[in-house]
């Protein structure tokens, strides 16, 4: 049961309860100025029980917002320019176009977007791509796998030199090499450290 039902079942109870009780009584116990009750006796008797059923009201149109005509035209051109924003749709309607000049605000066109529910670009760009779901990331392009190729142990060898620190008591310098033998023979590192002697002097 509805809103709208639960109003108007207990309205027709109003009326059922008049004819036991009286018109003052009635109106104490359910809450409602005579004057209302007499308001709808009148339309009752002119229309049947129905009119007392809740009438939908539609949204009202403030006086300063936009003509429809000009709504068209700044969805036409947010959709077919979706990634423009508010400002520039309405610097774009200002220069001479195919929809004509108009003299719109930045926050007039965003208030146009939003009320047809495509206030963000994101949102436009999605309805021109022809679908409604949010737009994923784009993920980062899969790196190249390189491979290099050795006939024979020793054809592709790679040195890594850096410094690892100084000895305890000395002034020398400790250097770690790692020999790598690359491609398809081995790629076994095999680490192994010197120590530079030439410093330690």
Not at 105 to 125: D, E, N, Q, Y
Not at 137 to 144: A, I, K, S
Request: charged share 25%; net charge positive.
């Amino acid at each position: 049961m509805t809103k709208d039902d639960r109003f108007y079942l207990n309205r027709v109870a109003l009326f059922a309860h008049v004819e036991r009780v009286g018109v003052s009584q009635a109106c104490r116990d359910f809450k409602i100025h005579r004057s209302t009750y007499y308001r709808w006796r009148r339309q009752v008797l002119r229309n049947g029980l129905e009119i007392l059923r809740p009438r939908e009201r539609r949204l009202p149109r403030m006086p300063n917002q936009l003509p429809v005509w000009t709504e068209q035209k700044i969805i036409t051109l947010a959709l077919a320019q979706p990634g423009l924003g508010p400002r520039r749709l309405a610097a774009q309607l200002a220069q001479p176009n195919p929809l004509g000049e108009l003299s719109v605000s930045a926050s007039g066109v965003l208030k146009v977007l939003h009320r047809h529910g495509l206030g963000t670009r994101p949102r436009r760009l999605a309805l021109v791509a022809g679908y409604a779901a949010p737009p994923e990331r784009e993920l980062p392009p899969r790196p190249v796998q390189l491979h290099l190729e050795a006939e024979q142990p020793g054809d592709l060898v790679q040195i890594d030199c850096f410094h690892i620190g100084s000895l305890s008591g000395t002034k020398g310098k400790v250097w770690q090499y790692c020999e790598t033998l690359g491609g398809t023979v081995s790629t076994r590192p095999d680490p192994w450290q010197y120590v530079d002697l030439r410093s330690l002097q």
